[in-house]
């Protein structure tokens, strides 16, 4: 069996020149009409829907995660500018254990009224925690800053949540400048101006009768790396903004970061498996899922970073897992996904994408 590197797995099957080609390999065995092989994506896990919007007047927008049949949730916060709704509930100590939507959004805190369309949708459609009064949808949220690319008055609202919902379907999600991914820069440890445009990537695994898929938007203080070499792929500048600088290797050099103001990153994600699991079970899960932000981005969890990873169990495949063995998977498609993010992302002005350096 031919062993396939982290790249050849996640982003160009080859690179000419220095550039990246728009091939990705094959993580699943899917290949799409042009014959391109694909990694796999979230919605190759069954009982999951994904939609996106993407504001139309600034790079911004919201993406939701439908779990109409409700799936187990968990949740683990690493970065120290959080911007999230409904994580307390996720407590395996708490009551409810069932969600019906994850909403990832950029617009800072003020993306999380995008959460409100979703419950509304929800609503309508009859989905939700029962209660004596009626229905409660519960939608847990996560929020990443991207209010300094265009015009940061334009943020996701009710409206815009609403419409994500509408656009979900289980067909293989858009991936780049959509929905949550539509404003995500990379690389601002030195400062905006030297930053690199990311976005919004998927993955998935199936091993063992199981499926693990993972979805992310990267917005991240650090610069997203290979895995395998620890090489930068998109990220900080160098001062005339023709190279990648290496924000690893700049620090090690002396070299003073800027100064930053906190919450002005943020990479956040979703993993599910159609595993039955236990609250304390997708808990664990989503912790080991943040080894594969570790693994592609370099720094992560900063101070200036809301780092959140949920974790849902749709149950789907009938079966339990081990957790040791989906956590293992949840790293791995963390961080396939997120080094899809870069290769996937469109340059956007001021912010060259990796297709482009």
Excluded at 52 to 75: N, Q
Excluded at 91 to 105: E, G, Q, R
Excluded at 155 to 161: E, I, K, T, V, Y
């Amino acid at each position: 069996m031919q062993r396939r590197t982290f790249l050849q797995w996640a982003g160009p099957a080859t690179m000419a020149a220095g550039t990246a080609t728009d091939a990705f390999a094959q993580v699943t065995g899917t290949t799409n009409a042009a014959g391109t092989t694909q990694a796999g994506a979230l919605t190759d896990v069954p009982g999951i829907k994904v939609g996106h919007f993407t504001d139309p007047r600034r790079p911004t927008g919201c993406t939701v995660i439908l779990t109409e049949e409700g799936a187990t949730g968990g949740v683990d916060v690493r970065g120290s500018a959080p911007g999230t709704r409904e994580t307390d509930l996720l407590n395996p100590t708490n009551l409810v254990d069932k969600v019906h939507a994850v909403l990832l959004a950029g617009g800072s805190a003020y993306g999380l009224d995008a959460a409100g369309g979703v419950m509304r949708y929800l609503e309508e459609h009859k989905v939700g925690y029962a209660t004596g009064a009626g229905i409660v949808p519960i939608v847990p949220a996560a929020i990443l800053f991207d209010l300094g690319v265009g015009d940061g008055r334009i943020r996701p609202d009710a409206q815009a949540g609403y419409r994500a919902c509408e656009a979900a379907t289980t067909a293989r999600p858009a991936e780049g400048n959509v929905g949550a991914g539509a404003g995500a820069t990379v690389g601002k440890l030195f400062g905006g101006r030297r930053a690199m445009k990311a976005g919004i990537g998927t993955a998935s695994f199936r091993i063992a009768g199981l499926t693990v898929g993972a979805i992310v938007a990267v917005n991240a203080v650090g610069d997203i790396v290979d895995p395998q070499t620890g090489r930068p792929i998109a990220g900080a500048r160098t001062e005339d903004g023709k190279r990648l600088l290496g924000t690893r290797e700049a620090i090690l050099r002396g070299e003073l970061p800027a100064s930053l103001q906190a919450g002005t990153a943020t990479t956040i994600g979703v993993i599910a498996t159609d595993a039955v699991l236990t609250k304390a079970q997708a808990q664990k899960i989503a912790q080991m899922a943040h080894d594969g932000l570790a693994r592609a981005i370099n720094p992560i969890h900063t101070m200036f970073d809301g780092d959140t990873i949920f974790a849902l169990g749709t149950g789907k495949a009938g079966k339990t897992g081990n957790p040791n063995l989906l956590g293992i998977l949840a790293a791995e498609a963390m961080a396939v996904a997120v080094v899809r993010a870069a290769y996937a992302a469109q340059g956007i002005e001021g912010f060259p994408s990796a297709s482009q350096m």
